[in-house]
């Protein structure tokens, strides 16, 4: 299992704002749709998520989108959640392809992104596959171990040549659950002299399992499932008010501590297109008090008021703001990156 040595070295955190620019990088404008769907063909902030997922235009009352997936839940719907993963994966199966090494948009912000810091791990609250397939494609990821934990996947026969990269050069944590991982934290056996299967409780092991996006993976398949079989919708936090009980899931506990453990070791830590909405506090508080000390950079174009509000809450910090989105961050060669 890699280690991921990375002493002395810059850590990113990824929230929606990182993946605004990617439609207009792959060559999409702003009011182009999925032919399947009829939604846009860009990957979404929360406030994108009223219609596709509610069907309504505007919000209730002293309602949030947060909160009308929570009642969603609470009434058992699952239909919300449903059409927001589907929507990512459409999104992924649709725009990747574009802007991965080879694709019909390579020269991109993603791309020199991933290439600039190319050791740097990259801390997600996103439960899109952008990113690893984009490092894929570079060949410097794999999926046994670039989720920061190990992953059992399968690989299918290819041709001479094709070998892909066995270790990964950095980690892709997801935060708040991937849509491709999921642990299994119980098993069935028999017991001498019974025919009866028995669960019992066993260590946690995490599958592979890219659903629609897995002809994207190859050669990396997914582990055929069985009764421990996790739906999709399971696997990642709901963007719900309170993600505490959420964050207590195997996967994401894993990813977590990962996640402390670099952040206390970076030397600076750099933030794109993450808001700290405090409706977020319980999934960003044990990362920030990690990085006490560190030089936090956000960027994002909110940054300011964000950092204003951030400088307050954290002191020991020692904050910085860049106004801009991530594309113009790029093409301005980075600034504030240490």
Known sequence: MNSFSINDSIIFLLG?????????????????????????????LVGDLLEPCFGRKDLPTDKSVENLFQDSLDSGNRKPL???????MELDYYIAPHLKRGGSHEDNAYTKFLEKFHKSPLL?????????????????????????????????????????????????????GSLCVYPVTYDFEKRPGSDTSWMVDRPPKFLFDPDALGNLFHPFERIQPGVTYTYVHERFIAPIPDKA???????????????????????????IGYSFNQHDQHSYEKLLCAAS??????????SESSVKRLAA????????????????????DYPGAR
């Not at 195997?250 to 996640?259: G, T």
């Not at 000390?293 to 909110?302: M, R």
């Not at 954290?314 to 703001?321: C, D, H, K, L």
């Open 313 to 332: 809450e954290f002191p020991e910090i020692e904050w910085s703001a860049q106004s801009m989105s991530f594309a113009s961050w790029v093409s301005n």
């Open 293 to 302: 000390g560190k030089s936090v950079l956000v960027v994002a174009p909110d």
């Open 124 to 176: 997600t609250f996103n439960y899109d596959s952008l990113p690893e397939l984009l490092l894929l494609a570079e060949r410097s990821w794999c999926p046994m171990d670039g989720y920061g934990v190990e992953v059992q996947a399968n690989k299918a026969t290819i041709r001479s040549g094709e070998q892909p990269v066995e270790k990964s050069l950095r980690p892709i944590l997801h935060l708040h």
């Open 245 to 271: 009980k959420g964050l207590e899931g195997e996967f994401i506990k894993e990813v977590y501590d990962k996640a402390v453990d670099f952040l206390s070791t970076a030397k600076q830590v750099i933030c």
């Open 16 to 44: 929606a704002g990182f993946n605004c620019d990617a439609a207009a990088e792959a060559g999409k404008t702003k009011t182009d749709v999925l032919a399947s769907t009829g939604r846009l063909a860009r990957y979404p």
């Open 82 to 88: 449903e059409a927001l993963y589907e929507w990512l």
